[in-house]
């Protein structure tokens, strides 16, 4: 039933607010129940909804049932155990909780003062974060809601960095003083550099992508010669984005090498640990960071591999106040007595507003634990390592790159005498065919000019009954 204002009363909330808990559980208790890709086809789903909004009010338990008749069947189940694509994200149940509590208290923390636990919370959740992976005690943190973003803001920060620059305050645009400024990073590195880069105003022919070694890694050597010849040229190394982990391979970029290229050539460095950043929570993999304090800037993302629903991503500065100057700004209505003695969120990014996404993520970390979480990362290198032996071990299969996390790159070579081309439909072939089983799901890579398949196992529920599937099926498909 409606209240006078529209709205559900409390007590239909209730009673609807306890069904879809039910249906939560029972989806998360049965993810074979859907096939793990979408086999919806393209319009699917907007010939099952109305053209025009309803004018009046509609029954809740009618929307409700919508969900299973209009939404689920062109859903992707990233949330399914067998999701091999990308990179797994998770949601798991304590931060389904937080995220269903941050809806209902539906706080905007842009000030203190507007959500003081929320803004004190992020403060400290992020601090636990910095302390499980070992980074630097006085990094600044804040939550954004994706790596995409995270980059961006730090690649502002690098071009307030120089002051002398005043580009906060005078632009780019039409500026005989300023240098060309460039930006660095590996030919794996994730496209958002770019994104930002144009973004920024730098310019996407601005970002140089330095080559990589054998096991995908920049190479430092290399990036030091690219630099040399741009100050050459009278050309200004801004930034450098290492990656600790890369999206194709998870290839962990030298960063400590690359910290001394960046301090010789005054250049900010910001390192992409989105996804890799969570290993290094299990202490033994914290070599994954090796250097990470050099850096000036980093982003990881908890809805990646830390088991927190999207979007919750963490950018750290190793000081907050570059950051703060490069995006600070108070107009009047905003303004409050406690300006500058506490943290207002709203001065570190482009956005307003600011979701409560720490509640998800302190969520998680308290019912998980630290080595709770740290234990989850260490079997999916586990399981991704035992897949790597299984591919090994058969002829006709190929390991693209070295497994340092838990992504596998592989390819299936049935013939010498296939030519380039044969060989990558072959492969993507094959993986149609395992993600139209419905049973699993996993995507490509383009590996030095070469289609390759990819397994990431990073979903909290996966298992190794599930990577053992998938193989069958990939081994089936040949
Ligand atoms: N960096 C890396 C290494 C990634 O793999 C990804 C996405 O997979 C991103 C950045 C972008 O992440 P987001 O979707 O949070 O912007």
Same mark, same amino acid.
């Given at each position: 039933?409606?209240?006078?204002?529209?709205?559900?009363?409390?007590?239909?909330?209730?009673?609807?607010?306890?069904?879809?808990?039910?249906?939560?559980?029972?989806?998360?208790?049965?993810?074979?129940?859907?096939?793990?890709?979408?086999?919806?086809?393209?319009?699917?789903?907007?010939?099952?909804?109305?053209?025009?909004?309803?004018?009046?009010?509609?029954?809740?338990?009618?929307?409700?049932?919508?969900?299973?008749?209009?939404?689920?069947?062109?859903?992707?189940?990233?949330?399914?155990?067998?999701?091999?694509?990308?990179?797994?994200?998770?949601?798991?149940?304590?931060?389904?909780?937080?995220?269903?509590?941050?809806?209902?208290?539906?706080v905007?923390a842009m000030l203190w003062k507007t959500s003081p636990a929320a803004t004190e919370l992020e403060e400290v959740?992020?601090?636990?974060?910095?302390?499980?992976?070992?980074?630097?005690?006085?990094?600044?943190?804040v939550?954004?809601?994706?790596?995409?973003?995270?980059?961006?803001?730090?690649?502002?920060?690098? !071009?307030?960095?120089?002051? &002398?620059? =005043?580009?906060? %305050?005078?632009?780019? @645009? +039409? $500026?005989?003083? /300023?240098? #060309?400024?460039?930006?660095?990073?590996?030919?794996?590195?994730?496209?958002?550099?770019?994104?930002?880069?144009?973004?920024?105003?730098?310019?996407?022919?601005?970002?140089?992508?330095?080559?990589?070694?054998?096991?995908?890694?920049? !190479?430092?050597?290399?990036? &030091?010669? =690219?630099?040399? %010849?741009?100050?050459? @040229? +009278? $050309?200004?190394? /801004?930034? #450098?984005?290492?990656?600790?982990?890369?999206?194709?391979?998870?290839?962990?970029?030298?960063?400590?090498?690359?910290?001394?290229?960046?301090?010789?050539?005054?250049?900010?460095?910001?390192?992409?640990?989105?996804?890799?950043?969570?290993?290094?929570?299990?202490? &033994?993999?914290?070599?994954?960071?090796?250097?990470?304090?050099?850096?000036?800037? /980093?982003? #990881?993302?908890?809805?990646?591999?830390?088991?927190?629903?999207?979007?919750?991503?963490?950018?750290?500065?190793?000081?907050?106040?570059?950051?703060?100057?490069?995006?600070?700004?108070?107009?009047?209505?905003?303004?409050?007595?406690?300006?500058?003695?506490v943290v207002d969120f709203m001065?570190?990014?482009?956005?307003?507003?600011h979701?409560f996404?720490a509640?998800?993520?302190?969520?998680?970390?308290?019912?998980?634990?630290?080595?709770?979480?740290?234990?989850?990362?260490?079997?999916?290198?586990?399981?991704?390592?035992?897949?790597?032996?299984?591919?090994?071990?058969?002829?006709?299969?190929?390991?693209?790159?070295?497994?340092?996390?838990?992504?596998?790159?592989?390819?299936?070579?049935?013939?010498?005498?296939?030519?380039?081309?044969?060989?990558?439909?072959?492969?993507?072939?094959?993986?149609?065919?395992?993600?139209?089983?419905?049973?699993?799901?996993?995507?490509?890579?383009?590996?030095?000019?070469?289609?390759?398949?990819?397994?990431?196992?990073?979903?909290?529920?996966?298992?190794?009954?599930?990577?053992?599937?998938?193989?069958?099926?990939?081994?089936?498909?040949?």
């Amino acid at each position: 039933m409606s209240s006078p204002l529209g709205d559900l009363d409390v007590e239909t909330f209730r009673g609807a607010a306890h069904r879809v808990v039910d249906w939560m559980a029972d989806y998360l208790a049965h993810p074979e129940r859907h096939p793990v890709l979408s086999r919806a086809e393209p319009g699917d789903v907007r010939r099952t909804l109305p053209r025009h909004p309803p004018a009046g009010a509609e029954p809740i338990d009618e929307i409700l049932a919508d969900v299973d008749r209009v939404i689920m069947p062109g859903i992707t189940h990233w949330n399914n155990p067998a999701f091999f694509a990308y990179f797994a994200i998770s949601g798991s149940a304590p931060g389904i909780l937080g995220e269903m509590i941050s809806a209902a208290l539906n706080v905007n923390a842009m000030l203190w003062k507007t959500s003081p636990a929320a803004t004190e919370l992020e403060e400290v959740v992020l601090e636990w974060l910095r302390e499980m992976m070992g980074l630097p005690n006085e990094w600044f943190g804040v939550i954004t809601d994706t790596a995409s973003i995270s980059t961006l803001l730090a690649l502002a920060a690098a !071009r307030e960095a120089p002051v &002398e620059l =005043a580009i906060r %305050e005078r632009g780019m @645009a +039409g $500026r005989a003083d /300023l240098p #060309v400024m460039r930006v660095y990073c590996s030919d794996q590195a994730h496209s958002s550099v770019d994104k930002a880069a144009i973004t920024l105003g730098l310019g996407y022919e601005n970002v140089t992508r330095v080559a990589s070694d054998d096991a995908f890694r920049m !190479r430092a050597d290399l990036l &030091e010669r =690219a630099m040399a %010849e741009d100050v050459a @040229a +009278g $050309r200004r190394p /801004l930034a #450098v984005v290492a990656t600790t982990g890369t999206t194709s391979t998870t290839s962990i970029d030298p960063v400590r090498a690359i910290a001394a290229v960046c301090k010789r050539y005054g250049a900010w460095l910001h390192i992409d640990a989105a996804y890799g950043g969570a290993a290094a929570t299990a202490p &033994e993999m914290r070599w994954v960071l090796d250097g990470a304090e050099l850096a000036d800037s /980093l982003v #990881v993302n908890p809805h990646k591999w830390l088991f927190t629903p999207v979007d919750c991503s963490a950018l750290y500065a190793r000081d907050g106040d570059t950051l703060k100057r490069a995006f600070a700004l108070v107009p009047e209505y905003l303004a409050t007595a406690r300006q500058g003695q506490v943290v207002d969120f709203m001065d570190y990014g482009v956005q307003l507003g600011h979701r409560f996404r720490a509640l998800k993520l302190w969520m998680v970390i308290r019912a998980f634990g630290a080595e709770g979480i740290a234990a989850r990362v260490r079997e999916h290198c586990a399981l991704a390592r035992e897949l790597a032996s299984w591919i090994e071990s058969e002829p006709d299969w190929q390991l693209s790159a070295p497994v340092p996390l838990s992504v596998v790159c592989f390819r299936h070579v049935p013939r010498a005498t296939m030519t380039a081309e044969e060989l990558d439909a072959h492969n993507e072939r094959i993986m149609h065919q395992v993600n139209a089983s419905g049973e699993a799901y996993l995507s490509h890579t383009k590996l030095r000019g070469a289609r390759v398949l990819r397994i990431a196992i990073g979903h909290l529920r996966t298992e190794r009954r599930h990577v053992a599937r998938a193989w069958a099926l990939l081994k089936a498909c040949t």
